[in-house]
């Protein structure tokens, strides 16, 4: 990840977050308003729910040892670690970030079962089969190399383990290519969130079928998420809202005035939400990249 790309999106966080936690909550993630995007429920019950149908998606029944890659304030990371008993890992690019998460597990007395630390997602500092669940919740969005970053989920792994990916993705483009116009509101996109870019979901596939993760699995939720924009748009310009991002400074309010690029981008169908999920073999020791 290149220096300039990582003080970006590090800076950004240690910005927002605190708004984010105060005026949202602790799930930095969308919301899931049923199958057609039309069931009506509170945002912090949609997010929860998102996390919820994610594991019944991807069959989930039990995890020991997670990683939770670009973790944010210890959302998924606490309710993962509540939800299966179980040991948590966080990993941010942002201080801000990991000392809150740090914070909010001594707050719900899990700091003996959760850790959370700064850590850039393409050389995590793991040793290989370490974890039997990796879940990256709207992180994928953000790596400047979308295969690197697949191959160290892989690599740290557990054999039988699990990955569930979830990002942000730009539509499929084997029958057309994106337009200019398309491109533009992509770039515009990159430039308020610091996202290099993004690729398709068949791209994703790709990837894991290249590293050989098996039993397959993709699913594109946009309508199902697509709400979740309204909610925050409406969310963003109460008085509240609106002293937190002048006090939170120029890069926070930029991303609260440019709510509207994501809204468009899921009306068009520009912008999509994609899961993947994978198992490592039983028989397969560490990465042909690392291992």
Not at 6 to 14: L, S, T, W
Not at 98 to 127: G, I, W, Y
Not at 235 to 241: L, M, Q, R, V
Request: aromatic fraction near 10%; charged fraction near 20%.
């Amino acid at each position: 990840m290149s220096a300039t790309l990582y003080k970006q999106i590090q800076q950004f966080y240690d910005a927002s977050s605190g708004l984010w936690e105060e005026i949202w909550g602790e799930h930095m993630h969308h919301g899931y308003y049923g199958a057609d995007g039309r069931e009506k429920k509170n945002r912090r019950q949609a997010q929860i729910d998102l996390i919820e149908e994610i594991l019944n998606w991807a069959d989930v029944q039990q995890a020991e040892n997670i990683l939770d890659v670009g973790c944010g304030i210890g959302g998924s990371s606490l309710y993962l670690a509540t939800k299966f008993h179980a040991q948590a890992t966080g990993i941010t690019l942002s201080p801000v970030q990991a000392a809150r998460a740090k914070e909010r597990a001594d707050e719900v007395n899990l700091s003996s079962r959760t850790h959370f630390q700064v850590a850039n997602a393409l050389e995590m500092p793991f040793a290989d089969n370490s974890f039997d669940l990796v879940w990256s919740l709207e992180s994928g969005e953000h790596m400047p190399d979308k295969t690197k970053f697949m191959q160290e989920c892989y690599r740290v792994l557990k054999p039988g383990g699990k990955l569930i990916m979830v990002t942000w993705c730009h539509r499929p483009t084997d029958n057309s290519p994106l337009t200019n116009d398309e491109q533009q509101h992509l770039a515009k996109i990159y430039q308020v969130y610091c996202l290099p870019y993004v690729i398709s979901l068949p791209e994703y596939e790709a990837i894991a079928l290249q590293l050989g993760l098996q039993n397959i699995r993709t699913a594109d939720w946009s309508q199902a998420v697509e709400p979740f924009w309204n909610v925050v748009i409406d969310s963003a310009f109460t008085p509240k809202a609106i002293f937190g991002l002048v006090r939170s400074g120029w890069s926070t309010i930029v991303g609260a005035l440019s709510l509207g690029l994501m809204r468009h981008g899921y009306e068009r169908g520009l912008i999509r939400f994609g899961l993947l999920c994978g198992e490592k073999g039983l028989g397969i020791r560490g990465n042909g990249d690392r291992g």
